[in-house]
């Protein structure tokens, strides 16, 4: 059965009538064209699909679409900001903390949470967090090294 479903996505409210039992990623992709998000295992095993809901770390792929009526979505294409990346972003980039690259944009966003949570968390902290997020390429002490860089950066501009 179709309905309205209201919340903010990287910022901007906006309403989709949907399936209230299709996925948040579904949504996110195919009703609403945001790609940076991505399909991996679709059991919330991967997370390749990790997004921000209310500033915390979600498997979009294991969240429906009507449990997040009225939260705040943000999205790898929310981080950004005018086309500047956000130092988070930057910080991949700089480490060569991707290669293939399927799995940055949800490693980006649970790391980006986690530096909302903990400014300055340890390298075990990181390694601990960064548990859910699978990279097959690899690149795992590129991206800790890339998180710390990034927590350095977001602290010097708060």
């Known amino acids: 059965m179709k309905q309205t479903i209201s ?36 059991l919330g095993q991967c997370g ?35 086309g500047n990346l956000h130092p988070i972003q930057k910080a991949f980039v700089e480490h060569d903390a991707l290669q293939c690259g ?10 980006y949470g986690l530096l909302l949570r903990d400014p300055e968390p340890s390298r075990e902290k990181i390694i601990e967090e960064m548990e859910e997020n699978l990279c097959r390429c690899g690149s795992y002490n590129r991206i800790i090294d890339a998180i710390q860089t990034a927590a350095l950066e977001m602290k010097s501009t708060m």
């Open 7 to 42: 919340f903010k996505l990287n910022g901007k409210p906006l309403s989709v009538l949907v399936d209230g039992e299709e996925s948040l990623l579904t949504v996110i992709r195919s009703y609403l064209d945001y790609t940076g998000t991505k399909y991996g295992c679709g």
């Open 48 to 82: 390749a699909c990790t997004v921000l809901i209310d500033n915390e770390p979600a498997q979009s792929c294991m969240t429906y679409i009507e449990d997040v009526a009225g939260k705040e979505i943000i999205t790898i294409e929310g981080l950004s900001v005018n």
């Open 102 to 111: 399927y799995c940055t944009s949800g490693m980006i966003m649970n790391a």
